[in-house]
């Protein structure tokens, strides 16, 4: 990783100045983090799953007309991907309650919601990412009214196209982050799907089993992290080997 020099280093990816103008290296690490960093830990193989199930995400909502960041594919845990400014919000989506809107709120886990809730949360580590209304993102500026409407509307049809994908493959898509950027043409800008959708940002449960599929897996000690990723790679027809872990150790040793 010598050849690009280091843009930003964050919890899970590592992003690199990329071959051409306007590109960027987007590279997935093994670190798992949890509660605003407090938990840490390494999941071998983690980052290589991920690359691979988001790669797939971006690919299938670029095919129904979602714009997003991803260019392709570079290596096992690289993507090139189009550099964007990363507008400062997390804005998650929910179909079932679980985690902080269920301390939050009061609601029972596994409540299933009348319909999908969009929720914005203002990215900043040392606030721990504190909720936001509409109106906080206008008064401060985060985003404008032009931008919002996109975000939500986009939002909401990655929500419609990721349900029925996950539904596909007895999965539940129970809550999921999403970030958003905006991409310079030239004067012109337009509002596109930025980040990464894997199972570290999604809740997903398995429909027989209710078993959890995702970083809630780490979050709450239940163990078989990488075993649950590579089921939902498995599924999604995207599992990059055999044996990720084994595979990227071997590479490393290289
Ligand atoms: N999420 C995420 N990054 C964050 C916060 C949340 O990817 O920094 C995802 C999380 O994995 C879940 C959804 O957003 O799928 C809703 O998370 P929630 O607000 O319930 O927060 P948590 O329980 O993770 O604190």
Not at 48 to 57: C, K, P
Not at 114 to 140: M, W
Not at 194 to 204: G, N, Q, T, V, Y
């Amino acid at each position: 990783m010598s050849r690009k020099s280091k843009l930003y280093e964050g919890k899970a990816k590592i992003l690199y100045e990329g071959p051409e103008p306007g590109t960027i290296i987007q590279y997935f690490k093994d670190d798992a983090t949890a509660f605003n960093n407090q938990k840490h830990a390494t999941l071998a193989g983690k980052g290589v799953l991920n690359n691979h199930i988001s790669e797939f995400i971006f690919t299938q909502l670029g095919k129904i007309g979602v714009p997003n960041h991803f260019i392709r594919r570079l290596s096992m845990r690289e993507q090139l991907i189009k550099g964007v400014e990363i507008i400062p919000l997390e804005v998650i989506i929910r179909n079932i309650a679980a985690g902080s809107i269920c301390k939050r709120l009061g609601i029972d886990e596994g409540t299933a919601l009348p319909r999908p809730l969009v929720e914005f949360c203002y990215k900043a580590d040392e606030l721990g990412d504190p909720v936001v209304s509409e109106d906080h993102i206008l008064t401060f500026g985060w985003a404008n009214e032009y931008e919002l409407e996109d975000i939500v509307s986009l939002a909401l049809r990655i929500n419609d196209y990721m349900s029925g994908l996950m539904a596909g493959i007895g999965i539940t898509l129970v809550d999921f982050k999403l970030e958003f950027g905006r991409l310079y043409e030239g004067d012109d800008y337009m509002t596109v799907l930025a980040d990464e959708i894997s199972p570290d940002s999604c809740r997903l449960w398995d429909n027989k089993t209710g078993e959890k599929m995702d970083k809630d897996r780490f979050r709450r000690d239940l163990g078989g992290e990488i075993e649950a990723y590579s089921e939902v790679a498995r599924r999604l027809g995207v599992l990059p080997s055999a044996d990720v872990a084994d595979l990227d150790n071997h590479r490393k040793r290289k």
